[in-house]
């Protein structure tokens, strides 16, 4: 599998189940390539840092409008 279609794979796998072979391939392959090994780390991060600040922000009130 090229670097390539591992980001591929990974970006897809964020939105889909990825079927068995394509992650047993992915997965194999995250374990071979550092590089990619560390892109998806920081998917990760970014993708649940994301989700935080969505969860956050909804959850604080919206402020009051000024007195007039």
């Known amino acids: 599998m090229s670097c ?3 980001v591929r794979l990974m970006s897809e796998g964020m939105d889909r189940e990825l079927a068995g ?3 047993f391939a992915l ?3 995250t374990l ?3 590089g990619c090994h560390n892109y998806r780390q920081q998917m990760t991060f970014l ?3 994301c989700q935080q600040q969505v969860a956050a922000d ?3 009130p919206p402020l009051a409008p000024p007195p007039a």
């Open 58 to 60: 909804d959850a604080t």
């Open 27 to 29: 997965r194999l392959h």
């Open 21 to 23: 072979g394509e992650r």
């Open 47 to 49: 993708r649940q840092a």
């Open 32 to 34: 071979l390539c550092v």
């Open 4 to 6: 390539k279609e591992a």
